[in-house]
């Protein structure tokens, strides 16, 4: 079986097809981990708050240190 050879227009057009799809790909892998980096440190700033609040308990400061404190 003969194949014929794929003309210039053909190449030039896979070659931009290429060129796009890698630049979408690597379009989303950028994004995708700006979105995990920007999602751990909401989840951080969460916790932060969370551990404020009930750093402000007063049972919570006065069992902080104590054996058992764990407990409560």
Do not use: C
């Amino acid at each position: 079986m003969l194949r014929r050879p794929v003309g210039i227009q053909a190449k030039i057009t896979w070659l931009a097809f290429g060129v796009v799809f890698v630049a979408l790909l690597l379009g989303t892998v950028v994004l995708a981990g700006h979105y995990a980096r920007s999602f751990e440190q909401e989840i951080g700033y969460r916790a932060l708050a969370i551990a404020r609040t009930l750093s402000q308990m007063e049972e919570i400061q006065q069992n902080v240190g104590k054996p058992g404190g764990s407990e409560v």
